[in-house]
């Protein structure tokens, strides 16, 4: 329990989590946070290290890949001190007085989060923490009527974060923060504070309950919760209802891997998505350096996400599975069919389709200016065509198992070897081939391969032309399709 290695003045019970206000002072530790905001003009410049670009890069795409059931893990090394003052500012640089007020009071908490996660750092390292000792929080989505649309949060699922921070102290005199996040939808305070209760953790609802969530961290010890932040997870949905997982229902996502494999997927979804990291990395980096030049923060941001959205496209374009959950069910029809001209090998018409009913800059919202691609590229930054990417994408993909995207494909509704495009070998040899299997004749379509219980949909050929009918459709009128942010 969490009781062994503390001094006994300390922690008087034998609990799996305390509060960490139990622990430390919380007053002092908001007095702190106001302090830093008060005086960060003033903190001396530190380099942002590479590996910081590196996990920007991977997180932006992460998030907007996954909706619920993945879990992102950081790790930083080097001298206590330092890796505590990168993160905090970073945080600090993320704080605004122009942000909604609720936003500005999300960013504090996160601050003092990051406060708090110091002081069990220097326990650990002092002897009086054990060093499994870790630090968890649940950040529940806010309401959308006081952040607004445009800060990056996923209202659509109520998406929300459970993560922890662990400490792992090295030979060499230097430690390594382990940061794990673990995403999940429909985040309330029932589930939440339900959660905290039954750990015996109270609570003070005097604010909006993601608030309250958010100045709520707690301890518990990986002896204890030997899967960490996803034991954590396992508890929320448990108070979320019966047959939850990650938030939502298993009948509603089957796709939602096992607890016991959250990681191992997770760790399968970033590979797939490696070979644009370190190009990201690249421009946030070059852009870092441009903005000595002249470039503002809001021409910066607006050409990073721009890349960021590129590449969604492009891994949409190669793995169209993605693509309802990164940009809403109206848009997944077309990427299909841009799926299958990519496996035809007609990239430039699959870039024009997207292009065509994306409308990228009218869609996405973000302060400042918009620089087209063309002017990017003439300024030097190291960005890339929609072509470029499903060439770099298709060029480093893995086959994987999975259901073969063409409906005639002898295959289904079995699972076979797929690759770019969610195409099977076969059928990607007839198209390099000029032999095109999407041409083929469906006597009758096949179901699709249940993972619940209930019974196979059997889905007529009437009812499959139908629905190619209308993605066809969306073609013809040239209409606008909405790309979330």
Not at 103 to 121: A, D, G, P, S, V
Not at 214 to 232: A, C, E, H, Q, S
Request: hydrophobic share 35%.
């Amino acid at each position: 329990m969490l009781r062994e290695g503390l001094i006994a003045e300390q922690v008087t019970e034998q609990r799996a989590m305390l509060a960490a206000s139990e622990l430390f002072d919380r007053e002092q530790i908001e007095d702190q946070a106001w302090q830093l905001i008060q005086d960060r003009e003033g903190r001396p410049f530190v380099e942002v290290p590479r590996q910081e670009y590196v996990d920007n890069g991977r997180t932006a795409l992460m998030e907007a890949l996954t909706e619920a059931g993945h879990l992102s893990r950081v790790e930083i090394t080097g001298n206590p001190e330092e890796v505590h003052q990168q993160i905090m500012d970073r945080l600090l640089s993320g704080w605004s007085a122009l942000l909604p007020e609720h936003e500005q009071k999300r960013r504090f908490l996160e601050i003092c989060e990051e406060l708090t996660i110091k002081k069990q750092q220097d326990g650990i390292l002092a002897g009086w923490l054990p060093e499994d000792t870790e630090l968890g929080l649940i950040s529940d989505c806010p309401p959308e009527e006081l952040v607004g649309n445009s800060i990056g949060y996923r209202f659509l699922n109520r998406k929300g974060m459970a993560r922890s921070s662990a400490i792992r102290v090295n030979h060499d005199g230097t430690i390594t923060r382990i940061i794990e996040q673990v995403s999940r939808s429909n985040s309330s305070a029932i589930s939440t504070f339900s959660f905290l209760a039954d750990n015996g953790i109270v609570v003070e609802r005097n604010e909006q309950p993601d608030l309250v969530a958010l100045g709520t961290p707690f301890l518990y010890r990986r002896n204890d919760l030997v899967d960490g932040i996803v034991d954590v997870q396992r508890q929320l949905d448990h108070w979320s209802g019966v047959g939850v997982i990650y938030g939502d229902k298993k009948t509603d996502k089957p796709q939602h891997v096992a607890y016991e494999r959250l990681r191992e997927e997770s760790a399968r979804r970033e590979d797939e998505t490696e070979c644009y990291i370190n190009d990201l990395a690249d421009l946030e980096q070059e852009l870092a350096k441009r903005k000595d030049q002249g470039l503002t923060q809001a021409e910066a941001l607006q050409i990073y996400k721009d890349e960021v959205v590129r590449i969604l496209d492009a891994v949409c374009m190669l793995q169209p599975d993605y693509a309802e959950v990164t940009f809403g069910k109206t848009a997944a029809p077309i990427f299909y069919l841009a799926a299958e001209m990519v496996a035809r090998g007609e990239f430039a018409a699959a870039d024009s389709l997207v292009q065509q009913h994306s409308n990228l800059k009218q869609t996405i919202t973000f302060c400042g200016m918009s620089i087209s691609l063309d002017q990017a590229k003439e300024l030097g930054l190291p960005v890339n065509s929609l072509g470029e990417l499903v060439t770099k994408g298709k060029e480093k993909m893995k086959f994987k198992t999975g259901v073969c995207i063409v409906k005639s494909c002898d295959t289904r509704p079995g699972k076979t070897e797929v690759g770019p495009c969610s195409v099977c070998k076969k059928c990607q040899f007839r198209f390099d081939h000029n032999d095109d299997p999407t041409k083929d004749f469906i006597l009758f379509d096949k179901p699709e391969p249940q993972e619940s219980e209930e019974p196979a949909k059997v889905i007529s050929l009437q009812e499959k032309r139908a629905q190619k009918e209308a993605a066809s459709e969306l073609v013809e009128q040239g209409s606008t399709i909405a790309v979330a942010a």
